[in-house]
């Protein structure tokens, strides 16, 4: 339970995957209204697809379920079959049970958990019947499902039984697999055509897609259904509404599966007996397919219009978010893709990115499906309030939300969604739902869209920080930090003497003592703790107006400003560190540099390679003067 400052929250967290399936709605639906008409809130935590196959886009779509939080939940329900990852569900199951959550799973069985099953197998069997012993057929086809699939080969057991308690010999030819979708039938619809067999009466299907796949090769090839051939199907899928003739198939009462949930869900909060297997009955339902039912023109009129309506929404939509996408392109913030994505957006949403998002390291955690400690809940979009952050609302992850009680005072049913880039883990996005409206027909084409828009504001910061390193590397000196000689040219240009004050540019050019004795004798990481030091010293001398600049090997020039003294004042500091450095660093060489400087008459603008011929000549005086003081060779 949540326990808020003003209220408690009972909370049921629903997880499954592909939440545009119908079925899946279906019975995602049966809960939430079950659920909250029992005073509960929802929290749906889904992925777009189903999690059957291993990489990098299923592994940054199963990031979301790192948000079940068993500490704020009443109760876990798992849909296994949407999933398809058991490894995914086994953990979330000891995960709950480990907090002794009740967990109820739908359409599988596991154990520890208690499980809602369909009885497939005897509504299938009173199909098969109904075509073999109600309309007689004896030339009878069927298009199985997978192959060694438990659910399929239970039909397949089936079909043969019925057909031996009727007399009727099982012909191998007459049977192949459809794998449950549209391009296998085919090829099994192919194979009956290629056959010898005399052509069947009935074509009995696993499911409804087969079925109107079975139909439609059919129609092609100028036979029709039901007046040359029977067809059947089973599962009672949307599409089916739309097609003509209607099918006649199997469908199961949704409406049962939120109140044997809520049981079960209760019965564990009491701590009494619950069943492990719980089974939902299949009711056949017989239509036009078998001839048993007419086609009715007026409802295929207005099943044409309201299928037509939908083809017109999602094309509007697509269209939106292209226009959505383009808007994105011109965004360099991600403030301003905040303001586009509040205009485009269709819901009560949060988005929520991990915290080091934009980072210049790149995370481990972000490619192995979990999130940052923390969220930075970087847009909020409540009814007609946007609130999008530059610095952005952070929150503790295992919160969900931010003011998590504020949203569930308002909105009964909260979906998360996963934000990713392949196994790029970017955050996760929640929008608060109507009651009548748990899934919605354009959310996952939104989110992928801002999945897109993400990973290209991202690629274009890392490429932007690329280039300005790529920059700095090409005017800055990568041992020192300070300019290089193209660096140092480009820049000093910009210095000019303050006007009245009787300041004036000076040009300073600096060379190390015995660089290559210290290289030599103590090695050059030596040598270069020395040029590092002889750098500190001319960046510890500035007043805040010079450029310090290495030209390579012991060569330094240094550009500023200042009066008369500046000269004899700046050098006396560099020469101040150096002695601070050579008095207590312990190392057994000194370092020591000669100087010469120039004072710029004119512009820099007009050029400074003759001031800088000049600097050099005086620091080589310099170096030639200091060294015969000392009885010693130049360099």
Same mark, same amino acid.
């Given at each position: 339970?949540?326990?808020?400052?003003?209220?408690?929250? #009972?909370?049921?967290?629903?997880?499954?995957?592909?939440?545009?399936?119908?079925?899946?709605?279906?019975?995602?639906?049966?809960?939430?209204?079950?659920?909250?008409?029992?005073?509960? #809130?929802?929290?749906?935590?889904?992925?777009?697809?189903?999690?059957?196959?291993?990489?990098?886009?299923?592994?940054?779509?199963?990031?979301?379920?790192?948000?079940?939080?068993?500490?704020?939940?009443?109760?876990?329900?798992?849909?296994?079959?949407?999933?398809?990852?058991?490894?995914?569900?086994?953990?979330?199951?000891?995960?709950?049970?480990?907090?002794?959550?009740?967990?109820?799973?739908?359409?599988?069985?596991?154990?520890?958990?208690?499980?809602?099953?369909?009885?497939?197998?005897?509504?299938?069997?009173?199909?098969?019947?109904?075509?073999?012993?109600?309309?007689?057929?004896?030339?009878?086809?069927?298009?199985?499902?997978?192959?060694?699939?438990?659910?399929?080969?239970?039909?397949?057991?089936?079909?043969?039984?019925?057909?031996?308690?009727?007399?009727?010999?099982?012909?191998?030819?007459?049977?192949?697999?459809?794998?449950?979708?549209?391009?296998?039938?085919?090829?099994?619809?192919?194979?009956?055509?290629?056959?010898?067999?005399?052509?069947?009466?009935?074509?009995?299907?696993?499911?409804?897609?087969?079925?109107?796949?079975?139909?439609?090769?059919?129609?092609?090839?100028?036979?029709?259904?039901?007046?040359?051939?029977?067809?059947?199907? *089973?599962?009672?899928?949307?599409?089916?509404?739309?097609?003509?003739?209607?099918?006649?198939?199997?469908?199961?009462?949704?409406?049962?599966? =939120?109140?044997?949930?809520?049981?079960?869900?209760?019965?564990?909060?009491?701590?009494?007996?619950?069943?492990?297997?719980?089974?939902?009955?299949?009711?056949?339902?017989?239509?036009?397919?078998?001839?048993?039912?007419?086609?009715?023109?007026?409802?295929?009129?207005?099943?044409?219009?309201?299928?037509?309506?939908?083809?017109?929404?999602?094309?509007?939509?697509?269209?939106?978010? *292209?226009?959505?996408?383009?808007?994105?392109?011109?965004?360099?913030?991600?403030?301003?893709?905040?303001?586009?994505?509040?205009?485009?957006?269709?819901?009560?949403?949060?988005?929520?990115?991990?915290?080091?998002?934009?980072?210049?390291?790149?995370?481990?955690?972000?490619?192995?499906?979990? *999130?940052?400690?923390?969220?930075?809940?970087?847009?909020?979009?409540?009814?007609?309030?946007?609130?999008?952050?530059?610095?952005?609302?952070?929150?503790?992850?295992?919160?969900?939300?931010?003011?998590?009680?504020?949203?569930?005072?308002?909105?009964?049913?909260?979906?998360?969604?996963?934000?990713?880039?392949?196994?790029?883990?970017?955050?996760?996005?929640?929008?608060?739902? =109507?009651?009548?409206?748990?899934?919605?027909?354009?959310?996952?084409?939104?989110?992928?869209?801002?999945?897109?828009?993400?990973?290209?504001?991202?690629?274009?910061?890392?490429?932007?920080?690329?280039?300005?390193?790529?920059?700095?590397?090409?005017?800055?000196?990568?041992?020192?930090?300070?300019?290089?000689?193209?660096?140092?040219?480009?820049?000093?240009?910009?210095?000019?003497?303050?006007?009245?004050?009787?300041?004036?540019?000076?040009?300073?050019?600096?060379?190390?003592?015995?660089?290559?004795?210290?290289?030599?004798?103590?090695?050059?990481?030596?040598?270069?703790?020395?040029?590092?030091?002889?750098?500190?010293?001319?960046?510890?001398?500035?007043?805040?107006?010079?450029?310090?600049?290495?030209?390579? =090997?012991?060569?330094?020039?240094?550009?500023?400003?200042?009066?008369?003294?500046?000269?004899?004042?700046?050098?006396?500091?560099?020469?101040?560190?150096?002695?601070?450095?050579?008095?207590?660093?312990?190392?057994?060489?000194?370092?020591?540099?000669?100087?010469?400087?120039?004072?710029?008459?004119?512009?820099?603008?007009? =050029?400074?390679?003759? *001031?800088?011929?000049?600097?050099?000549?005086?620091?080589?005086?310099?170096?030639?003067?200091?060294?015969?003081?000392?009885?010693?060779?130049?360099?």
């Amino acid at each position: 339970m949540f326990k808020g400052v003003r209220n408690e929250y #009972k909370i049921i967290g629903i997880c499954y995957s592909n939440i545009t399936s119908e079925d899946v709605s279906n019975i995602v639906t049966s809960v939430c209204n079950t659920a909250i008409a029992e005073g509960y #809130k929802i929290m749906l935590i889904s992925s777009f697809t189903d999690l059957y196959y291993d990489n990098s886009d299923t592994r940054g779509e199963a990031a979301v379920f790192n948000l079940v939080n068993p500490e704020m939940l009443d109760a876990l329900v798992i849909l296994p079959e949407a999933i398809k990852s058991d490894k995914l569900v086994d953990r979330l199951i000891a995960y709950a049970k480990s907090f002794d959550l009740p967990t109820v799973v739908i359409d599988r069985d596991f154990k520890d958990s208690a499980c809602i099953l369909f009885d497939y197998t005897s509504t299938f069997e009173k199909i098969v019947r109904h075509v073999i012993e109600d309309h007689g057929c004896k030339r009878v086809n069927f298009i199985a499902g997978i192959k060694d699939n438990e659910f399929s080969e239970n039909r397949v057991d089936c079909y043969k039984r019925v057909l031996a308690e009727n007399g009727i010999p099982f012909e191998e030819e007459r049977m192949g697999y459809g794998n449950f979708w549209e391009v296998p039938t085919i090829d099994v619809m192919d194979a009956f055509m290629a056959s010898k067999l005399p052509f069947p009466e009935a074509i009995i299907c696993s499911n409804d897609s087969m079925a109107i796949a079975a139909c439609k090769y059919l129609s092609q090839r100028g036979y029709k259904v039901p007046d040359d051939v029977i067809v059947t199907g *089973f599962d009672g899928i949307e599409l089916e509404r739309y097609f003509s003739p209607r099918l006649t198939t199997g469908v199961v009462d949704f409406s049962a599966i =939120g109140n044997i949930a809520m049981q079960l869900i209760q019965k564990q909060k009491n701590h009494e007996e619950c069943p492990h297997i719980t089974q939902i009955p299949y009711s056949m339902r017989i239509s036009q397919s078998c001839n048993c039912e007419k086609p009715d023109p007026e409802s295929a009129v207005n099943k044409i219009q309201e299928l037509y309506d939908r083809v017109i929404n999602a094309e509007s939509h697509e269209t939106f978010m *292209f226009s959505y996408l383009s808007k994105t392109t011109e965004c360099s913030s991600l403030k301003e893709i905040g303001d586009v994505m509040s205009a485009y957006g269709d819901y009560n949403e949060w988005f929520c990115l991990n915290t080091d998002l934009l980072s210049d390291k790149k995370e481990e955690n972000r490619f192995h499906n979990v *999130f940052t400690e923390n969220m930075n809940a970087f847009l909020i979009r409540r009814e007609h309030i946007n609130y999008i952050n530059t610095d952005g609302v952070i929150f503790p992850t295992k919160e969900l939300l931010p003011d998590l009680e504020s949203i569930l005072e308002r909105e009964n049913i909260i979906l998360f969604s996963p934000l990713h880039f392949r196994d790029e883990v970017l955050g996760y996005a929640a929008a608060g739902m =109507g009651m009548n409206s748990p899934t919605f027909a354009n959310r996952r084409r939104y989110i992928s869209h801002t999945n897109q828009v993400l990973e290209n504001f991202i690629n274009r910061q890392k490429l932007e920080r690329v280039n300005a390193e790529l920059a700095d590397l090409h005017v800055h000196d990568p041992m020192t930090g300070l300019y290089n000689r193209r660096g140092f040219y480009k820049y000093v240009k910009n210095i000019s003497a303050e006007e009245n004050s009787g300041n004036k540019v000076w040009l300073f050019s600096v060379d190390m003592d015995y660089l290559k004795y210290i290289n030599d004798t103590f090695g050059h990481t030596e040598g270069d703790t020395a040029i590092k030091t002889m750098a500190n010293a001319l960046i510890y001398a500035c007043c805040g107006k010079e450029i310090c600049a290495r030209f390579g =090997g012991d060569e330094f020039a240094v550009a500023g400003i200042g009066g008369d003294n500046y000269p004899e004042e700046y050098m006396g500091r560099v020469r101040a560190y150096l002695d601070d450095f050579n008095a207590s660093s312990g190392k057994p060489y000194k370092v020591g540099m000669s100087c010469g400087w120039a004072m710029v008459t004119g512009t820099l603008a007009n =050029g400074i390679d003759e *001031f800088i011929r000049t600097a050099d000549a005086r620091m080589y005086e310099d170096k030639r003067r200091r060294k015969s003081v000392r009885g010693q060779k130049p360099d």
